[in-house]
């Protein structure tokens, strides 16, 4: 497995990131989960996120189950979708029961959708004030935003704050509406924080018909960018296979390419960005 530098946090993970949703969060099926879990940390994925709204606590029970024998090998990242001071110290708690750990490597506000939720935030009894004394206690390592809607609203959190991580949406089609990419990365960069990708394929709808030809070209555009880890949702362990075999001899994609992969992605951004329109 390769590794990046999670910006200024000085940790390094892995490129290829296991997220806590699809076959992670049902707890219908938890021994799928586990296997799935087990094999990514087996061959070197240490980047591991969840939070606590995906399979409604689902995907923490699962993840924490594998946690309680091998916490060392996991760098563990969990999110707030509380605004307030109060609901996150308690949605903290939750988490770290259902983690089964008492301490997380990356705590990140969650979803940030509208500048409201910005200023709600940095409130005198907002989420951000219980992050860092949570981070004063040594509960947290370090903290981060997220936001998969609006680059603007993602942005002037950034701004407010010297958040150690951001996660953000960033797929081939992303150039083609609301940017963040153009609108968040660079900014991410020069702050020196660990960025991490999500929405990586749309949910697959990057490679229907009259998208991209493979996961190979939606995974390298991604991992091409200046981001420390992608995470990726796995129904399979099939499908995770094929993540890491990629992974492992990934080199990089040159400027004319990627700019070829944005270009076959211009008849489905609506596609692409789904999320942005209707989440």
């Given at each position: ?48 996120d969840t939070a606590p709204v995906y399979g409604i ?66 409130g005198k009894q907002g989420a951000v004030r219980a ?115 990629f992974c492992r001899e990934f080199g990089g994609f ?26």
């Amino acid at each position: 497995m390769q590794y990046r530098k999670l910006g200024r946090t000085g940790k390094k993970v892995s490129i290829l990131g296991l997220g806590g949703e699809a076959s992670v969060e049902k707890s219908s099926d938890p021994q799928v989960a586990e296997q799935i879990i087990n094999r990514a940390l087996d061959e070197g994925v240490n980047y591991i996120d969840t939070a606590p709204v995906y399979g409604i606590g689902g995907s923490e029970t699962n993840i924490g189950r594998v946690m309680a024998y091998r916490r060392g090998d996991a760098f563990l990242a969990s999110k707030t979708h509380e605004r307030s001071y109060d609901g996150t110290m308690r949605l903290f708690e939750e988490s770290l029961n259902r983690l089964q750990t008492d301490y997380l490597d990356l705590y990140q506000v969650h979803n940030l959708r509208v500048h409201e939720e910005v200023n709600e935030i940095f409130g005198k009894q907002g989420a951000v004030r219980a992050l860092e004394e949570l981070k004063e206690q040594g509960v947290i390592k370090h903290i981060g935003v997220t936001s998969h809607k609006d680059p603007a609203v993602l942005r002037q959190a950034m701004e407010n704050h010297d958040f150690d991580c951001v996660l953000m949406s960033l797929n081939a089609a992303d150039s083609h509406r609301k940017s963040f990419k153009d609108g968040v990365l660079e900014f991410a960069v020069e702050k020196k924080m660990g960025i991490i990708a999500m929405k990586v394929f749309a949910t697959g709808r990057l490679l229907q018909d009259g998208g991209l030809d493979s996961f190979e070209e939606a995974l390298g555009y991604v991992l091409s960018l200046p981001i420390s880890t992608a995470i990726i949702g796995t129904s399979t362990l099939e499908e995770l296979e094929k993540n890491l075999s990629f992974c492992r001899e990934f080199g990089g994609f040159e400027a004319e390419k990627m700019h070829t992969i944005e270009d076959k992605t211009s008849l489905k951004e609506r596609e692409g960005n789904f999320f942005k329109i209707e989440w």
